[in-house]
């Protein structure tokens, strides 16, 4: 029945793009601190740099968020950790690799306990780095918007400042000096 | 033409502690040296490491700093060192105290310090299942403590593998991982 409702809602009655706007700017991380990167997700998240202002608003269950920000390196241990809280959320869901650690091993590359976080769950946006600045992790939520919105790929656009008013003068052009004349 | 191997214990030299030790240790002490930063570093028989340990505990050494152990596979030998330091005794400030126990690669086997010691439980327990080394009269050996219970277990055999030893594989993930 419920799933009768949600086709008409979504597909007749047009309400798709309500939804994925609804999606897009409550994207609620549950933070997976494993180790460093998570002193930049901290950052993300203060008064510097605001990551609210996307609606990125720090979770700590797993139950009522939509996106796992994993923050860095994953042991064999953690692993089944990350598989359990990737299934209890609801859908829909998105997973963020942080860090070189989370993409492909990092300072651990090739070691007797570490796994690639893409061999356990499905990751949506990749984060290089090490660790990654606030800005690359803002970006990161940004291509996750584009994602959603139907046009992946890290679509930021520049914004056009007009700096004239605060920088110097332009050097006024300075009369040619007349040749010497011989004689 | 053998491999070159490092020093058990670094050159013998003067140090403060050192007549101390020697009175309360006795024939205890095989060897001793100063390493670099200045700290006195003493070499015992296997068999004698609780001696050593509750003779140190009078003398005000208050907690094992860490424990770990050192591979020397051409020589068939573990070395287990032993950091001791005191927080409370004023004389002993700024003193780590190394001791050093040589026990055979084959046969990895020594007691146990946990009970004088508690500080040395989880570093006996990490060592344990890093290099296989059997602290006899601590209740958790033979159980897994940090590492995961899937990793690290041979496929043929079923038994554990220790991944800290030299001749641990590590996996080879390739040149793009
Ligand atoms: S990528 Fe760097 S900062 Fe991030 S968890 Fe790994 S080592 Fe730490």
Known sequence: ?183 | MSAKIPPKCPPPADHPLLEKLKAALGDAILNHGVTPEGHLCLMVPPGKVREVATKLKELGFDHVLSLSAVDYMAEGKFLVTYVYASYLNPDLKNQLLHVRAEIPRNDPKIASIADIYPSADYDERECHEMFGIWFEGNPHMGKRFLLDPDCCIDEKTGKPLYPLRKDFKVPDWGLMG
């Open chain 1, 1 to 183: 029945m419920s799933q009768a409702l949600r086709e008409f809602l979504l597909k007749k009655a047009k309400l798709e793009k309500l939804f994925k706007w609804g999606v897009r700017w409550s994207l609620w991380p549950v933070h997976l601190v494993t180790s460093c990167c998570g002193v930049e997700v901290a950052h993300t998240s203060g008064p510097g740099f605001d990551a609210e202002r996307w609606g990125v608003l720090p979770f700590h269950t797993m139950r009522q968020s939509n996106v796992i920000l994993v923050e860095g390196t994953i042991t064999k241990k953690m692993a089944k950790v990350l598989k359990m809280v990737y299934e209890q959320m609801p859908e829909p869901k998105y997973v963020i690799a942080m860090g070189a650690c989370a993409v492909r091993g990092g300072l651990f590359w090739n070691s007797y306990h570490v796994v690639q976080v893409d061999t356990v769950v499905p990751v949506d946006v990749y984060i290089a780095g090490c660790p990654p600045t606030p800005e690359a992790v803002i970006r990161a939520f940004i291509m996750l918007h584009n994602k959603i919105k139907g046009q992946p790929g890290p679509y930021v656009e520049p914004t056009k400042v007009d700096l004239t008013p605060y920088l110097p003068p332009p050097p006024k052009p300075q009369p040619k000096p007349m040749a010497q004349q011989a004689g």
